[in-house]
C-alpha cells in the first residue's frame, strides 16, 4: 500500500480524543497521515474548572477560541499534526444539545445546509485523499445534534467526493467508511470495575446511558492500548471540559468513564479485509476468537 491516510471528522475539540485517541495515536506513530476534521469550536460547551467559569456562552463567550488551544495541544499529544476546521475556524458554531435555543441560530452547525457543509469537506477530501473515513452513527453516537450532523455531512462527502460532477479537483473514492462505536458489554465491564474501585466520579448504570451498540455490530477493533498515556495527555489538554484520574475520566456531568485503549468501529461503507488473528485482548467478555477486523485498512492495497 502506498501511504495510509485516515481521516476523522469530529464535531468539537474533544470528542477526537474520546472517542478515537487511541486510534489516532496508534496511526500517527506508525507513520499514517491521521487528518482531524473539528466542524464547530465547541463554543456551548459546559467549563469545569471554576476559575475559567467566565469562558461560557452565556458570559464572556470566549470558550471557543480558548478550545482551539486546547485542541492543538490534544493533537500534539496524539502526534497528529494535520488538523482543520471544517470551513475554517469558526464557520459554523456549535449548536448546544438537542433542544437548546442555540439551535435555532442561522449560524449552528445543525442548521448548516448539507451539501454547503459536504461540500467543504469534499475540498479536503480530494486534497488530502484518505483511503478510511471515520465519523459517529446516525444518531450521533449520543443524540447531539451537531454528532448527527457531522454523520450526515460526512456521508453525503462520502458521496460527492467521488463524483466528478460536483465542485472542483479531481474525484476521490473513499475506500472504507466507518462509524465510531461502543459496545454495551465493554461499558458493563468498565462500570462492574469502577463499582469495585475508588473512582472519584459518579458511577451510572449502563441502560441509563444514552449510547452503546451490541457486540454483533462492531466489524473492527483497533488495538491501541499502548497509547493510552498519550491519549490521557490529550484529555488532560481538554481540561475546560474533561476531568481525569486516571484511568478514568469525567465530563461535566461527573459521569464516569475509562479511557479505553481498545476502539471499536462499524463498517459503513466499502469491503470488509480480512480479520484479525483471534483476540489479543479481551473482546466485551466473549472470550472466543472473533472475526472482526484489527486494522481500519485491512483489505486495502
Not at 56 to 75: K, N
Not at 152 to 165: K, N, T, W
Not at 231 to 259: C, Y
Request: hydrophobic residues 40%.
Amino acid at each position: 500500500m502506498t501511504e495510509r491516510r485516515l481521516m476523522l471528522v469530529h464535531a468539537h475539540p474533544d470528542d477526537e480524543t474520546i472517542g478515537s485517541g487511541a486510534t489516532m495515536a496508534k496511526y500517527a506513530a506508525e507513520g499514517a497521515h491521521v487528518v482531524l476534521v473539528t466542524c464547530t469550536l465547541g463554543e456551548e460547551g459546559e467549563v469545569i474548572p471554576p476559575e475559567l467559569a467566565h469562558l461560557a456562552a452565556d458570559r464572556d463567550d470566549a470558550l471557543g477560541e480558548h478550545r482551539v488551544e486546547e485542541l492543538a495541544a490534544a493533537c500534539k499529544a496524539l502526534g497528529v499534526t494535520d488538523h482543520r476546521f471544517l470551513g475554517g475556524p469558526g464557520r459554523w458554531r456549535d449548536s448546544g444539545m438537542m433542544g437548546a435555543a442555540s439551535n435555532h441560530r442561522d449560524t449552528a452547525f445543525w442548521q448548516a445546509d448539507l451539501d454547503e457543509a459536504a461540500g467543504e469537506l469534499v475540498k479536503i477530501i480530494r486534497e488530502v485523499r484518505p483511503q478510511v473515513l471515520v465519523t459517529y452513527d446516525e444518531n450521533g453516537f449520543y443524540g447531539h445534534p451537531d454528532h448527527i450532523q457531522a454523520h450526515r455531512v460526512s456521508r453525503r462527502a462520502f458521496e460527492l467526493a467521488a463524483d466528478p460532477a460536483f465542485g472542483e479537483g479531481e474525484p476521490w473514492r473513499i475506500a472504507k467508511f466507518y462509524l465510531t462505536a461502543m459496545p454495551t458489554s465493554v461499558m458493563r465491564r468498565a462500570e462492574e470495575t469502577m463499582r469495585e474501585s475508588d473512582v472519584p466520579f459518579l458511577v451510572e448504570a449502563v441502560d441509563d446511558l444514552p449510547y452503546g451498540c451490541a457486540d454483533r455490530d462492531v466489524t473492527t477493533e483497533i488495538d491501541g492500548r499502548a497509547h493510552v498515556g498519550d491519549k490521557l495527555d490529550a484529555m488532560r489538554a481538554h481540561a475546560t471540559q474533561i476531568s481525569v484520574s486516571a484511568p478514568w475520566f469525567a465530563l461535566s456531568n461527573n459521569v464516569g468513564q475509562e479511557a479505553f485503549g481498545v476502539e471499536h468501529f462499524i463498517l459503513h461503507a466499502g469491503a470488509p479485509g480480512p480479520a484479525g488473528q483471534g483476540a489479543p485482548f479481551e473482546t466485551g467478555g466473549l472470550g472466543e476468537p472473533h472475526d472482526r477486523e484489527d486494522d481500519l485498512f485491512a483489505g486495502i492495497d
